[in-house]
């Protein structure tokens, strides 16, 4: 008697095992739902860094009733790529150049292609390779 029921009972065990479950519902990935950002009607007006320039208050009535000071003068334009010199080639040396800022020292370009802009590493000036 005992025997049948520990069989019935391993079968039944077995069988609930084996049994598949449904999977889970995929997971859908919301998007976020973010409030509007807010826009002012008249942004502030973004000034130049100077770092060495002089402190200005921000934000104090008497800087608003102040008069206008003049404007700051104008930051250095881009350069055009035109507008830089050519070094010059050395002879027998296919990678090396002579910079035309720092005559007698000698830059090696290898790896830069025709007409890339370089570094000059004793003036900090820029100049294109020939």
Not at 23 to 29: A, G, L, Y
């Amino acid at each position: 008697m005992k025997f049948p029921l520990l069989l019935a009972l391993l079968a039944a065990f077995l069988l609930a095992s084996c049994a598949e479950e449904p999977p889970p519902p995929p997971s859908r990935h919301r998007m976020a739902n973010y409030p509007p950002s807010q826009t002012e009607q008249y942004p502030p007006q973004q000034q130049p860094f100077n770092p060495n320039g002089p402190v200005q208050p921000t934000g104090t009535p008497a800087a608003e009733t102040a008069p206008a000071s003049p404007p700051p003068t104008a930051a250095p334009t881009k350069i055009a790529k035109g507008d830089y010199p050519y070094g010059i080639p050395v002879p027998g040396k296919p990678h090396l150049v002579e910079s035309p800022y720092s005559p007698g020292k000698y830059i090696d370009v290898e790896g830069f292609p025709p007409g890339t802009e370089v570094k000059d590493p004793y003036t900090d000036k820029i100049f294109l390779v020939p």
